[in-house]
């Protein structure tokens, strides 16, 4: 006679209810405080919704589920903003929430006033940001020979779909809304592999060609018509610390890049105080932690190959 399986649950030692009273009451969880007082946050899924409907938004019939008639384009986009207002408005309102009861504050503004404030200012800047996009495609359709439409290159060049996910965590992050720019930006992230910090400023016309690898710190500063290729970082020489030994935020860390600039795979600016002056251009591998002026040609020395021959036996 078989004996019944038995599963992990059925065991005697385990006590599924002492788990999970354990879990929400983790000592460890800094937000188990916000969630006893009602602050439940949204989680990222929701985020994400909110993004799909953003973009969706800016690139209709390229982005997003079905294609839109035009005849009824402009009532679909009405009701679509209508309803990414409700919710990315309680969303923003429950994480300055959430911020406030970890920061501890006790006079940091009305957090609804505030995700009001946030949520306008960002519809209002959609049309800017599609127009900022509408360059940052052509730099990639101009800049790209592999490139076969501007169409290609807004459904599937991951470049594109970091650099309008970017813009959009940008307004949110001048806003001073918390968390909600960065778990956009790390959804981009995963996606793509280009890591850009929502605080960098990037102009108008910016390509980042295949994209791997990229990284762009908080206060980076990007200025028109640049380009960069796989595996570049644009970084932090050091992370300075106060008298505690704790490191202080908020200081220019990462290097700034003026106009019409190239750089090339694997190259490594560092430092707040670095400036690539503007028409240079950054070869590949090469590391800088220093300024240089406009229109440099930047190069590592070209390394000497040792080439051997050997006999081929002819078969």
């Known amino acids: 006679m078989n004996k019944k399986s038995s599963t992990p649950v059925d065991e005697p030692h385990l006590s599924i209810p002492g788990l999970a009273a354990t879990l929400v009451a983790c000592g460890a969880c800094k937000r188990r405080n916000s969630a006893e007082r009602g602050l439940h946050l949204t989680g990222r899924a929701a985020i994400y919704v909110v993004l799909d409907k953003l973009t969706s938004l800016l690139f209709p019939g390229c982005h997003g589920h079905a294609p839109i008639p035009a005849i009824h384009a402009s009532d679909h986009i009405a009701a679509e903003l209508t309803e990414i207002a409700a919710t990315l408005q309680k969303q923003i309102k429950l994480a300055f929430q959430y911020q406030c009861e970890f920061d501890h504050c006790r006079d940091c503004g009305d957090c609804r006033r505030k995700a009001v404030s946030a949520t306008q200012n960002l519809l209002q800047a959609m ?74 400023k990037i102009g108008p016309g910016f390509f980042i060609d295949h994209g791997t690898g990229v990284v762009i710190g908080e206060t980076c500063v990007i200025g028109k018509r640049v380009k960069i290729y796989q595996g570049v970082t644009l970084g932090a020489l050091s992370f300075p610390k106060d008298a505690h030994g704790h490191l202080i935020k908020g200081n220019k860390r990462h290097p700034n890049v003026e106009d019409h600039v190239t750089i090339y795979a694997g190259a490594t600016i560092l430092g707040g105080d670095t400036t690539i002056g503007a028409g240079s251009e950054i070869g590949g591998n090469v590391w800088l932690t220093h300024s240089i002026p406009p229109g440099s040609r930047v190069y590592n020395q070209q390394p000497k190959p040792l080439i051997r021959t050997r006999e081929v036996k002819k078969s």
């Open 127 to 200: 049309p800017a940001i599609k127009r900022t996009l509408e360059l940052d495609i052509t730099a990639a359709y101009e800049g790209d020979p592999a490139a076969r439409s501007t169409m290609e290159v807004v459904m599937s060049y991951p470049g594109l779909l970091a650099i309008m996910t970017h813009r959009i965590a940008h307004e949110l992050y001048t806003a001073d809304v918390p968390l909600i720019p960065r778990i956009l930006s790390e959804h981009a992230h995963s996606q793509t592999g280009i890591d850009i910090h929502p605080g960098a």
